[in-house]
């Protein structure tokens, strides 16, 4: 009995000085942070415009259990090196938090942006759809956001957005399904 004891204990003190797994919908609570950084050269708007620079930052807001995956909303976004056209431009988040939906390998995205330069201010809502590496927590989103019509004329009725996001948990791991 004392050698099985032993056992036992020996391999809950090897267990306990595992690393931890970075487990979203698994082990990661509701509340816990969430952050994703561009990881593609690029997150593109058609031809229409492009950012070299793209970071999320929210938090977990339901968990369906392991595998089932769950929610995360992203109550900020920032973008940089953006250019529209051939010049500079301004990219900014609209109708922030963004709620995104994890289903294991895939997911579906919303979000709303407003792209600026000094020729033309146009704003695009909609959903993308992100297939997940878990292994390095990469999200490889495509879809088309749609033209608010507050939008100027010239903007086009839909743009193409692709990119690719690494979607990490508060320890900086990959997020699991």
Known sequence: ????????????????LAPASASAFTGISVGAPVSASLSSATIAFGSFASCTGANFGGSITTN??????????????????????GSAATVTAESLPWSWSHYGTYGTANLSVKL???????????????????TS?????????VRIPVSGPLCPLTVAVSGTQRLLDGAALPVQP
Request: aromatic share 12%; glycine share 16%.
């Open 1 to 16: 009995m004392r050698t099985i004891r032993k056992a036992l204990l020996a391999a809950a003190a090897v267990l306990a």
């Open 64 to 85: 369906a259990g392991a595998g089932s995956g769950g929610t995360f909303s992203f109550a900020t976004a920032t973008f940089g090196g953006c250019s529209m056209l």
């Open 116 to 134: 600026v330069n000094p020729a033309f201010s146009c704003r695009y809502t909609g959903s993308l759809g992100f297939n997940y590496t878990a």
């Open 137 to 145: 927590g990469a999200m490889a989103y495509a879809g088309s956001l």
